[in-house]
T-cell receptor, first 112, second 113 residues
């Protein structure tokens, strides 16, 4: 079983739609959960960061973590063409652990 | 502005010709890391450093070297590049070993012919 699974897409939705992006993971040691956005030819940038199960909202973005199901989601409301990018989930084990484990990314296309 | 700066952005080189990709951060972060990104394989860690003179291998270290002589700089060295090292490379830094996320550089697109 892969440590992190993320559908690569592409996922194409019309402008204004609600987008749902998801990752599943198998490592129970993961304690910190993140979403990165990566535009073409750019470095990933941190969008959302959560520690516990539940929801965290930031503007049009909501991150959701379900530790019992080992499942995280990113919701984008009122999607815009500028949201077109690749979205990467990432995980950290906490404590003295080093580094992040990344999903392979979902390519999202918002059609005007 | 807080940032990680990589140079060069694009590089085409020939097999066997030593090269260095530079990385510098202005956030006083102790932790720095190098990743390569390939289609279908995602981001894979090459090397990381927890502080000056402290470096360790990541998941794909073969063919690469790093050094950390100063806190702000973390160069990636390819002593004898081969075509399978053609990739997109990212340097990243973190305040807390990645626990609250990384700041990434803009990337270096390397082609080895």
């Amino acid at each position: 079983q892969k440590e992190v699974e993320q559908d690569p897409g592409p996922l194409s939705v019309p402008e204004g739609a609600i987008v749902s992006l998801n990752c599943t993971y198998s490592n129970s040691a993961f304690q910190y959960f993140m979403w990165y956005r990566q535009y073409s030819r750019k470095g990933p940038e941190l969008l959302m960061y959560t520690y516990s199960s539940g929801n965290k909202e930031d503007g049009r973005f909501t991150a959701q973590v379900d530790k019992s199901s080992k499942y995280i989601s990113l919701f984008i409301r009122d999607s815009q063409p500028s949201d077109s990018a690749t979205y990467l989930c990432a995980f950290h084990r906490g404590g003295g652990a080093d580094g992040l484990t990344f999903g392979k990314g979902t390519h999202l296309i918002i059609q005007p | 502005e807080a940032q990680v700066t990589q140079n060069p952005r694009y590089l085409i080189t020939v097999t066997g010709k030593k090269l260095t990709v530079t990385c510098s951060q202005n956030m006083n972060h102790e932790y720095m890391s190098w990743y390569r990104q390939d289609p279908g394989l995602g981001l894979r860690q090459i090397y990381y450093s927890m502080n000056v003179e402290v470096t360790d291998k990541g998941d794909v270290p073969e063919g690469y070297k790093v050094s950390r002589k100063e806190k702000r700089n973390f160069p990636l060295i390819l002593e004898s590049p081969s075509p399978n090292q053609t990739s997109l490379y990212f340097c990243a830094s973190s305040l807390d070993r990645g626990r609250s996320g990384y700041t990434f550089g803009s990337g270096t697109r390397l082609t080895v012919v």
